[in-house]
T-cell receptor, first 112, second 113 residues
Framework: NAGVTQTPKFQVLKTGQSMTLQCAQD?????MYWYRQDPGMGLRLIYY???????DKGEVPNGYNVSRLNKREFSLRLESAAPSQTSVYFC???????????FGPGTRLTVL | DQQVKQNSPSLSVQEGRISILNCDYT??????FLWYKKYPAEGPTFLIS?????DKNEDGRFTVFLNKSAKHLSLHIVPSQPGDSAVYFC????????????FGSGTQLTVLP
């Protein structure tokens, strides 16, 4: 049982480049989330998907887009990366929007 | 404005002693609180939670206390073990919403052998 998986683990981008962070869960969870963690700060919610077919903005959505591809997969896209998006990105899932969230191992992104 | 604050970035404790991690919040709408533990290069792992209808919740060596009037919660680990060395995040949410968690900045706990 892999839980929540994220790819890639590490990525270096140049300013202006685009990329998609992938997340998949095998727990048959309905809800999925994307967070970012910056040094000295807690995790901040970027976007979430309460159920398949729905997505909503979190606390810090600017510069990001998401796609809930199916029940298992939730991707995060940076269309034009900026140095301010250098961070560690965590994906999470939960059985439903009010249940405990389980996190993936994270993607460390550096934008030069 | 940080709605969930962990004012101690780090804490060192001797093995076998009690570890007390603290968390304060400002949003009186928060009614559900969680603690997550995070090891380096891993994602946060859920540890324990408490609803605002309770003032204490225990799970083995871990106990969370909630003081609603002071808007303060704490995590007690007794006895502390070297494997408990990790970053601990406090998080809060409002029941009824899609459980959007607001996290504190974390406390690095080091348990010394």
């Amino acid at each position: 049982n892999a839980g929540v998986t994220q790819t890639p683990k590490f990525q270096v981008l140049k300013t202006g480049q685009s990329m998609t962070l992938q997340c998949a869960q095998d727990m048959n969870h309905n809800s999925m989330y994307w967070y970012r963690q910056d040094p000295g700060m807690g995790l901040r919610l970027i976007y979430y998907s309460a159920s398949e077919g729905t997505t909503d903005k979190g606390e810090v959505p600017n510069g990001y887009n998401v796609s809930r591809l199916n029940k298992r997969e939730f991707s995060l896209r940076l269309e034009s990366a900026a140095p301010s998006q250098t961070s560690v990105y965590f994906c999470a899932s939960s059985r439903d929007p009010t249940d405990t969230q389980y996190f993936g191992p994270g993607t460390r992104l550096t934008v030069l | 404005d940080q709605q969930v604050k962990q004012n101690s970035p780090s804490l060192s404790v001797q093995e076998g002693r009690i570890s007390i991690l603290n968390c304060d919040y400002t949003n009186s709408m928060f009614d559900y609180f969680l603690w997550y533990k995070k090891y380096p290069a891993e994602g946060p792992t859920f540890l324990i939670s408490i609803s605002s209808i309770k003032d204490k919740n225990e799970d083995g060596r871990f106990t969370v206390f909630l003081n609603k009037s002071a808007k303060h919660l704490s995590l007690h680990i007794v006895p502390s073990q070297p494997g408990d060395s990790a970053v601990y995040f406090c998080a809060a949410s409002v029941t009824g919403s899609a459980r959007q968690l607001t996290f504190g900045s974390g406390t690095q706990l080091t348990v010394l052998p």
